[in-house]
C-alpha cells in the first residue's frame, strides 16, 4: 500500500507538507523524489494528521519545489541493517559505506529509536575500566555501562583525550572493547585524525565509524548518534561484546534539533533549545548500560562543546543531570601546558564508590584526600595571589606546594604514557609526602604505613 | 475489556493523539489507542475531538486508526501486594514487563499492577452484625513482616456487616457484604481502586509536631523536617540530590516509603532496586525493600507517563497513611514532572507562562503538595497518620529563579538548598547552611527538648549563629589575612571549621556514618560548642596564644567524637567534662 502523492505543499528548511495523504504513520519513513533526479531523499513524519503529513527531511531541501516533487510513504519506521562485519568499517552519518569496502549483508534490521532499558533488567555498572589516564582512574573512575561525558570547549584536547581513552581501555581482565565512534558536525580534520588515530593503533578492525561530518546535512545528524547506538547495542547485546562508544559533538547535535523545532514553530525552551532537548538527549544516553544475562555491555564517552565554556549552558547542563557525572576540561590547565587539561574539582563519576571498592583497598582514601588537599592548595594559591605568598603558614604554603605539583606530575601525562591504576595510586603516596603528616585525615592509618614509602 | 464505544485518530504528534467521534468521553479517561492498545489519557475535550496524552510510544500510530473508551479514569490499584513492588509510572510491575517483552520494553503491554492469584491471609477484625463507616479497619493483612495491611471501608460506604470471610483470600474475593441503610448490599474486596489526580478523603488535618528522622546530621539538627511536611530539595547536577534522596528513603523513620524515580537515570533506579533488599532498616532490621515501593519512570521512558507518575505515587502514598501509617514519599525530580506538562502544553499549542511552562504549573504544583500532611483518618477510631513530600528540583544551570523551583518554594516550607561549590570541595552532603531554611523549626522545639536534650535547640541555634559569623569573618580573611583578626574571632572560625569538617561532613556510603541517631547528633554538636562555651572567655586573655587551645590533646578527641559509639552516653559526657577540665587549666 505505498503510494507515490504530488501534493508536496509547503517546504520550509528541513520541514516538507504533504496534504491529501491517507493512512499516514507517525514516524514513518518518506521518500522525496524530485523529477529528473534519480538520488531520493529520506524524510520522516513528524505529524501525523488526517490528510496532512508534516515530514522532516533527513537532508536538505535545496532543489525541491512544490511542483513535480513525488513523495512516497514506506510504511515502516528508520531501521538499519546490523552486522558484525561492520566492525573495521567506516560509514556516513546516514549509515552508508564510505570506506570502498564490500557491502554489509545485515544479520537484522533494527529501528534505530531503540527501545527502552527496562529498569528492572539492567544490571549495575561496577566493572572497573582502566582508561591509564590518572585523572579518570583514581579520581574519576569509569565502570562498564557508564555514560560519562567530556565537557569541553572550543580549541581544548578534548579529541586526543578520546582517542587516548579508547585506545587505553581495558578492564580487570584485560579484555579489549569495540568501538563505536559517531561524529556529527565535526570537521573534516578531526574526523580524519579519530580514523588515523584508529589506523596506527590498529584498534579500527575493532571499530565501526559513523561520520557526519561539518559538510553533510545538518538534519542528517540526528539520527548518526541513534544508529551508532544502535549498531553498539547490537554489538553488545547480541554479540556479547563490550563496547566504548564516543560520541562528537553533542553540541553540533543539539543545535540541529533547535533548528528543527524552531522550523516547526514550536514553543522555545532556554536559548531556542526546544522543550524536549531532556528527554530527547536522554533518548541518547540512557542507551549505555548493562542488561542481566547478557554478556557484552555499552559506555558511552559522548563529548561537547561548551559554547563559551559555560557549564551553565542548556546542552552541558541537561547533559549533567543525565549522565553518571562528567570529566570537565580546563582551559586554565591547558594554557599553562598540562595535558589532559581535566579540570578536576568539577569533574565527578557518580559510579565511581562501587567501582573505587573493587580496585586497591586504599583507593578509596587516596582519592578523598587528593581531592580535599588539592581544593584546599587552590584556596590558598587565591589567597597566595591577595596576601603574598609570605603571609601563608607553613601549613598553607606545603598545601600549595601540593596543588602545583598535582598539577604538574598527576594531572600532566604524556600521551602515550598508560598509567595503571596502581601507578596513579602510588603517585598519589608520593605526593602526600609534601603535606604535613596531621593533615592526612582522609586515608587510613595502616595504609600510610603500607604505601607511603620514604 | 468489552470495547463498546469508540473513536478515530485524526491526528499523531509525538504522545499527543486527537481523535474525533468521542462524544461519550470524560476528562481524564483512559482510553486505549489503536488496535496496539497503547493507554492514553483524555487531557482535553473539545466538542466531539478529544486531546489524549499516550502513555507509550506513538510511532507507527497514524489517522484513521481507532481508539477505544474504558470507561474508567486514570486510577491505581490498592490491595496487598504493593510493597516491594517497582512500577513503571502507570502501575504497571517492572518485573511483569520484563516477563512479557524481555529486558528492552515494548508497547501495549497489559499487566495488572497487583497480582490476582496470590493469595494472602486476611483476619478479620470485626464480626457480623458491627455496624461500620467510610475508613473503618476491618481486617489485615501481614503484607510483609514490617507492615500489616490494613482493609479498610472503601470511601463513602457505611453500614452493617452482614458477612465477613477470613483466611486464605485473593484480592479480587469478597471479604464483607455491608449492608447500607438504604438496604442496599455492597460486596468488598481487598482490591480497591482510587483515581491518581483525586485526593483521598481525610476527616481533617492537623499541625505536624514531630520530626522525621533521617539520620543526616545537616537536616535533622539545623533543618528539620516535620512529619507531615513538605521539603525541597533543589540543585545543580552533581550536588547531591539523588544521594541525599536516597539516603532519606533509607533511613528516615517513616514506616511506608514511596520513591519516584521522575525522568531520572535507569543506573540509578537499577542501584536502588539492587540494595534496597540487602540493606537493614536500622529502625527495625528487616530488608529496606519491605516498607519500600518504587516507581521507576525512567529519563528515556515515555514522557507522557513521567506526568503521571507523581500522582500514582502519592495516591499509593495515601493509601497507606489511611492506614495510619507515616508515609514519606520522595519524588525526584519534580523538574522532569514539570517538562512534561510543558511539553504536553506545547502540543497542544496552549499559551505558555514562563519560560515555556503552562500557566497552570503553579497550581498543579501547590495541588500535589498539598496532599502532603498529618491528618485525622477516615473511620471511628480517628487514627492519625502521615504523608511526608520531598521533591528533588533540577533547576537548569542551578538557578533558582525559574518557575518550577520558585513555585515549589511557595508551597514547601523546607528548603535544602544544593550548592555546588560545596559538592566541588566534596563537602558532602552538599547542603548550603547559609542559603537553607526550615520553617518547622519552631514546632519541634517541643519534642527536641523532651526527646532529646533541654539544650538541644540553644546548642544547634548557637552553632548556627557561628556558621553566619564565619562567612562574615572569611571575607575579611580573605582581605586582611588571619594575624589581623582578635582570638574571638579566631575562635569563632576555629569552631565553625570544626562544625563543617566533624559535624556536617557526611559520608553517605560509609555504612557506620550515613546514619546518626538525634541523641547522638545532640552530642556531637554539644561537644564542638562546649569547646566555644568554655573558651570564650579564656581566649579573650592578655597575651593569649590562640594554638595553646588548638594544640590541647583533647581537641584530637572532639575531632573524633563522631566515632564514639551510638548509645554511648557516658563516653560523650566523659568528653564533655574533659574538654571543660582542660579548657578551664588554660585560666590564668
Known sequence: MQKEYKTVTSIAGPLVIVEGVENVKYEELVEVRMPGESKVRLGKVLEAAEGRALVQMFENTQGVSTEGTKAKFLGDTMKIGVSKDMLGRVFNGAGLPLDNGAEIIPEERVDIMGAPINPYSRDFPNDFIQTGVSTIDCLNTLVRGQKLPIFSGAGLPHNKLAAMIARNAKVSDGSQFAVVFGAMGVTFEEAAYFQSEFEKTGALENAVLFLNTAADPVIERISTPRIALTVAEYLAYEKGLHVLVVLTDLTNYAEALREVSAARKEVPGRRGYPGYLYTDLATLYERAGRVKGKQGSVTQIPILTMPEDDITHPIPDLTGYITEGQIVMSRENHRKGIFPPTDVLPSLSRLAPTARKATREDHEGVFAQLYAAYARGMEIRELAVILGEAALSDDDRAFMTFANEFEDKYIRQAEDEDRSIEDSLDLGWELFKILPKAELKRVKEDHIEKYMKD | ?588
Open chain 2, 1 to 588: 475489556m468489552s470495547e463498546k464505544k469508540q473513536g478515530t485518530i485524526i491526528k499523531v504528534s509525538g504522545p499527543l493523539v486527537v481523535a474525533n467521534g468521542m462524544k461519550d468521553a470524560k476528562m481524564y479517561e483512559v482510553v486505549q489507542v489503536s488496535n496496539e492498545n497503547l493507554m492514553g489519557e483524555i487531557i482535553e475535550l473539545n466538542g466531539d475531538e478529544a486531546s489524549i496524552q499516550v502513555y507509550e510510544e506513538t510511532a507507527g500510530i497514524g489517522p484513521g486508526e481507532p481508539v477505544f473508551l474504558t470507561g474508567q479514569t486514570m486510577s491505581v490499584e490498592l490491595a496487598p501486594g504493593l510493597l516491594t513492588s517497582i512500577y513503571d509510572g502507570i502501575q504497571r510491575p517492572l518485573e511483569l514487563i520484563e516477563q512479557e517483552a524481555g529486558a528492552f520494553i515494548t508497547r501495549g503491554i497489559q499487566v495488572p499492577g497487583i497480582d490476582r492469584e496470590k493469595k494472602w491471609d486476611f483476619v478479620p477484625s470485626v464480626k457480623v452484625g458491627d455496624h461500620v463507616q467510610e475508613g473503618d479497619v476491618i481486617g489485615e493483612v501481614q503484607e510483609t513482616k514490617l507492615i500489616s495491611h490494613k482493609i479498610m471501608v472503601p470511601p463513602a460506604l457505611n453500614g452493617n456487616i452482614k458477612q465477613i470471610e477470613s483466611g486464605s483470600k485473593r484480592v479480587e474475593d469478597v471479604i464483607a457484604v455491608i449492608e447500607d441503610a438504604d438496604g442496599k448490599v455492597h460486596e468488598v474486596a481487598m482490591l480497591q481502586k482510587w483515581p491518581i489526580r483525586v485526593a483521598r478523603p481525610i476527616q481533617n488535618k492537623k499541625v505536624p509536631k514531630t520530626p522525621l528522622i533521617s539520620g543526616t546530621r545537616i537536616l535533622d539538627t539545623f533543618f528539620p523536617l516535620v512529619k507531615g511536611g513538605a521539603a525541597c530539595i533543589p540543585g545543580p547536577f552533581g550536588a547531591g540530590k539523588t544521594v541525599t534522596q536516597q539516603g532519606l528513603a533509607k533511613y528516615c523513620d517513616a514506616q511506608i516509603i514511596v520513591y519516584i524515580g521522575c525522568g531520572e537515570r535507569g543506573n540509578e533506579m537499577t542501584e536502588v532496586l539492587q540494595e534496597f533488599p540487602h540493606l537493614e532498616d536500622p529502625n527495625t532490621g528487616e530488608p529496606l525493600m519491605q516498607r519500600t515501593i518504587l516507581i521507576a519512570n525512567t529519563s528515556n521512558m515515555p514522557v507522557a507517563a513521567r506526568e503521571a507518575s507523581v500522582y500514582t505515587g502519592i495516591t499509593i502514598a495515601e493509601y497507606f497513611r489511611d492506614m495510619g501509617y507515616n508515609v514519606a514519599l520522595m519524588a525526584d525530580s519534580t523538574s522532569r514532572w514539570a517538562e512534561a506538562l510543558r511539553e504536553m502544553s506545547g502540543r497542544l499549542e496552549e499559551m505558555p507562562g514562563e519560560e515555556g511552562y503552562p500557566a497552570y504549573l503553579g497550581s498543579r504544583t501547590a495541588e500535589f503538595y498539598e496532599r502532603a500532611g498529618i491528618v485525622e483518618c477516615l473511620g471511628s477510631d480517628d487514627r492519625a497518620g502521615s504523608l511526608t513530600v520531598i521533591g528533588a528540583v533540577s533547576p537548569p544551570g542551578g538557578d533558582l529563579s525559574e518557575p518550577v523551583t520558585q513555585n515549589t518554594l511557595r508551597v514547601t516550607k523546607v528548603f535544602w538548598g544544593l550548592d555546588a561549590t560545596l559538592a566541588r570541595r566534596r563537602h558532602f552532603p552538599a547542603i548550603s547552611w547559609l542559603s537553607s531554611y526550615s520553617l518547622y523549626a519552631d514546632n519541634v522545639i517541643g519534642y527536641r527538648g523532651k526527646e532529646v536534650a533541654e539544650d538541644y535547640n540553644q546548642t544547634a541555634e548557637d552553632a548556627m549563629d557561628i556558621l553566619q559569623q564565619e562567612s562574615k569573618l572569611e571575607e575579611i580573611v580573605k582581605l586582611v589575612g588571619m594575624d589581623a583578626l582578635s582570638n574571638k574571632e579566631k575562635l569563632v572560625l576555629s569552631t565553625a571549621k570544626s562544625i563543617r569538617e566533624d559535624f556536617l561532613f557526611q559520608n553517605a556510603f560509609d555504612a557506620d556514618d550515613a546514619y546518626t541517631s538525634l541523641k547522638k547528633q545532640y552530642y556531637m554538636i554539644k561537644a564542638i560548642m562546649t569547646v566555644y562555651y568554655e573558651a570564650r572567655d579564656v581566649v579573650e586573655q592578655e597575651e593569649f596564644e590562640f594554638n595553646t587551645l588548638t594544640q590541647l590533646p583533647v581537641m584530637e578527641k572532639v575531632v573524633k567524637c563522631g566515632q564514639i559509639e551510638d548509645g554511648d552516653w557516658e563516653a560523650y559526657e566523659a568528653l564533655i567534662e574533659e574538654v571543660k577540665t582542660a579548657i578551664a587549666k588554660l585560666k590564668n
